[in-house]
């Protein structure tokens, strides 16, 4: 089923990234990838609603969705292995390994089932545990996410910039502007290109490893996507996504048996940090329609 919602973010709706990052209890979980920083919080008594970001960022970039969901849900943020207050990534990391730490964090958390939402790293995470685990999830978020194996284009891309992330020891100066470039849509908006500035405070090795492994490495995921039988699945689309167009996104979403399709018009790489409210507003439709539960 494919929607169109419009836009309805202003800027000076948007909340401060770093406010509800203060607020919300901050725990270290024990993982084969280093220890992993989660915050945790919401309702504690209502069902479990945890977000996977981006390649390159932590978990701020879900402030919106925070702050939306927090009154009906327990929340969990993750800040992936080699991001954030997270350990250093120092070891490959393939989208199955993705996968199978979630599942760590949510065994450790002593969370039986929940409501995965990730957007591209976490979303490949989240479609896989999806697959393997299904008794795991309760739905999955899919927001800007793909299925296919890297293209030609990013391959060439790309592959000189890991290349050099490997040699720094800071983060460099072009790696904001080439982040901007990949994740913005074809009007980029000022405040979220200067929210995309936190990725200068990233470790360049651990963005590497990253890369090279999610991004650069990854297989063809498509088998695997169509194993998900048993979990409701919405994907969620911007048709200015300048890393996984698309084409890529419509691809992942028939893979899926009877999955959700929705197309965000003016949207970019960063659906939930770019366009909020409409993202907020799919999930919620979402939910409602596909979980009949007290919960929801």
Same mark, same amino acid.
């Given at each position: 089923?494919?929607?169109?919602?419009?836009?309805?973010?202003?800027?000076?709706?948007r909340?401060?990234?770093e406010?509800?990052?203060?607020?919300?209890?901050?725990?270290?979980?024990?993982t084969?990838?280093?220890?992993i920083?989660?915050?945790?919080?919401?309702?504690?008594?209502?069902?479990?609603?945890?977000?996977?970001?981006?390649?390159?960022?932590?978990?701020?970039?879900?402030?919106?969705?925070?702050?939306?969901?927090?009154?009906?849900?327990?929340?969990?943020?993750?800040?992936?292995?080699?991001?954030?207050?997270?350990?250093?990534?120092?070891?490959?990391?393939t989208?199955?390994?993705s996968?199978?730490?979630?599942?760590?964090?949510?065994?450790?958390?002593?969370?039986?089932?929940?409501?995965?939402?990730?957007?591209?790293?976490?979303?490949?995470?989240?479609?896989?545990?999806?697959?393997?685990? #299904?008794?795991? /999830?309760? &739905? @999955?978020?899919?927001?800007?996410?793909? !299925?296919?194996? =890297?293209? %030609? *284009?990013?391959? $060439?891309?790309?592959?000189?910039?890991?290349?050099?992330?490997?040699?720094?020891?800071?983060? #460099?100066?072009? /790696?904001? &502007? @080439?982040?901007?470039?990949?994740?913005? !849509?074809?009007? =980029?908006? %000022? *405040?979220?290109? $200067?929210?995309?500035?936190?990725?200068?405070?990233?470790?360049?090795?651990?963005?590497?490893?990253?890369?090279?492994?999610?991004?650069?490495?990854?297989?063809?995921?498509?088998?695997?996507?169509?194993?998900?039988?048993?979990?409701?699945?919405?994907?969620?689309?911007?048709?200015?996504?300048?890393v996984?167009?698309?084409?890529?996104?419509?691809?992942l979403?028939?893979?899926?048996?009877?999955?959700?399709?929705?197309?965000?018009?003016?949207?970019?790489?960063?659906?939930?940090?770019?366009?909020?409210?409409?993202?907020?507003?799919?999930?919620?439709?979402?939910?409602?329609?596909?979980?009949?539960?007290?919960?929801?």
């Amino acid at each position: 089923m494919t929607q169109s919602i419009q836009p309805q973010v202003r800027t000076s709706e948007r909340s401060d990234p770093e406010a509800w990052l203060a607020a919300m209890p901050r725990r270290t979980v024990g993982t084969k990838f280093g220890d992993i920083v989660v915050r945790t919080g919401g309702n504690e008594s209502k069902s479990v609603m945890v977000f996977w970001p981006s390649l390159l960022l932590d978990s701020s970039m879900w402030s919106h969705q925070v702050e939306h969901f927090a009154p009906d849900y327990r929340i969990v943020t993750i800040d992936p292995p080699g991001i954030g207050e997270s350990a250093p990534l120092r070891q490959a990391m393939t989208v199955g390994d993705s996968a199978a730490c979630f599942r760590q964090i949510l065994d450790s958390l002593g969370i039986e089932s929940c409501i995965a939402v990730g957007n591209s790293w976490g979303s490949l995470a989240a479609a896989v545990l999806a697959a393997d685990h #299904p008794e795991r /999830l309760d &739905a @999955a978020i899919l927001t800007n996410g793909t !299925a296919a194996p =890297p293209t %030609p *284009e990013i391959l $060439a891309q790309m592959t000189g910039m890991v290349a050099e992330l490997e040699k720094c020891k800071t983060a #460099p100066d072009w /790696l904001l &502007a @080439a982040t901007q470039q990949a994740f913005s !849509a074809d009007v =980029p908006d %000022p *405040e979220f290109m $200067a929210y995309l500035g936190r990725v200068l405070r990233e470790d360049p090795i651990s963005i590497a490893f990253g890369m090279k492994n999610i991004l650069l490495g990854r297989e063809d995921l498509h088998p695997t996507m169509r194993r998900i039988r048993d979990v409701p699945v919405l994907v969620v689309a911007g048709d200015q996504d300048h890393v996984f167009d698309v084409a890529q996104s419509r691809s992942l979403a028939a893979s899926i048996e009877g999955c959700d399709f929705v197309l965000l018009p003016n949207t970019g790489h960063l659906a939930p940090r770019q366009n909020p409210k409409a993202v907020n507003a799919a999930i919620d439709a979402f939910l409602t329609a596909r979980l009949k539960n007290e919960d929801t």
